[in-house]
């Protein structure tokens, strides 16, 4: 089973700018396609954006070209740096392979945009 621990959130300005960093355990980690996904409160958990093994990337549509997603495979790590933040994207974002184990997912990390 792989678990996932996520970091890097907190509270910033519309605007600006936060990376989150995941941490995962597990020998299958070079070979999964990570994803980092958000749940806003009262929506459904969405995708934001994944990453190949080898570093195919793919976004939302909402988050092109502001956000960027990355690995670490040495260190089964995946990163997802984020920019021009909007108040709409507050919530709590959480990293899993996709498509998702279900009883991989971690606490996630807040993040808070404030108007």
């Known amino acids: 089973q792989v678990q996932l621990v996520e970091s890097g959130g907190g509270l910033v300005q519309a605007g600006g700018s936060l990376r989150l960093s995941c941490a995962a355990s597990?020998?299958?980690?070079?070979?999964?396609?990570m994803g980092w996904y958000r749940q806003a409160p009262g929506q459904q958990r969405e995708l934001v954006a994944s990453?190949?093994?080898?570093?195919?990337?793919n976004y939302a549509d909402s988050v092109k070209g502001r956000f960027d997603i990355s690995r670490d495979n040495g260190k089964n790590t995946v990163f997802l740096q984020m920019t021009s933040l909007r108040p709409e994207e507050t919530a709590v974002y959480y990293c899993?392979?996709?498509?998702?184990?279900?009883?991989?997912w971690g606490q996630g990390t807040q993040v808070t945009v404030s108007s």
């Open positions: 899993n392979a996709k498509p998702a184990f279900i009883n991989s």
């Open positions: 597990g020998s299958i980690f070079n070979i999964m396609v």
């Open positions: 990453i190949t093994p080898d570093g195919r990337k």
